[in-house]
């Protein structure tokens, strides 16, 4: 009857609830890692097709990128109109299309806003075999000479 009195949890239900506060913890950060990762991918999805629009701008007679804008691409219809350069990439900031300054016959695509260094690593990862990336931190930026 003395036990039954009592109130509070034991030892033993409180241990069952820090185990259960620790699972949720744990898939909930391993939700946002998916979440980055999931991004990353998009980002380097976009790139693919950004890069496919320019090269094949570039073998429409053309023997350089001089010229090449994102509004060039959509208007040559190398890229679709409902394109969103703008604010459509994963951090709501935009992309750019240019001719590289030093060697024209390269082209450069640049992320903006990009959040961190470690994404910019992930993102030169995904093109490191046929890009020279660079992030910048000072500006968010990432760009890939292809």
């Not at 380097?44 to 097709?49: G, L, Y």
């Not at 010229?67 to 219809?77: C, Q």
């Not at 350069?85 to 992309?95: D, R």
Request: glycine residues 8%; hydrophobic residues 45%; proline residues 1%.
């Amino acid at each position: 009857m003395r036990l039954k009195n009592k109130k509070g949890f034991s030892l033993i239900e409180l241990a069952i609830g820090v185990v259960l506060l620790g699972i949720l913890v744990g898939s909930i950060a391993a939700g946002a890692g998916m979440t980055t990762k999931m991004k990353v991918q998009h980002e380097s999805d976009t790139v693919n097709t950004l890069l496919v629009a320019a090269r094949n701008y570039l073998s429409a007679s053309q023997t350089t990128y001089a010229g090449v804008t994102i509004a060039v691409l959509e208007t040559a219809g190398y890229l679709s109109n409902n394109f969103n350069s703008t604010t459509g990439n994963s951090w709501g900031a935009g992309y750019t299309v240019a001719p590289n300054a030093a060697d024209n016959t390269k082209v450069d695509i640049t992320i903006a806003a990009v959040p961190s260094a470690a994404i910019g690593t992930s993102l030169t990862n995904n093109f490191s075999s046929q890009a020279t990336c660079v992030y910048t931190a000072a500006a968010s930026t990432w760009t890939g000479t292809f």
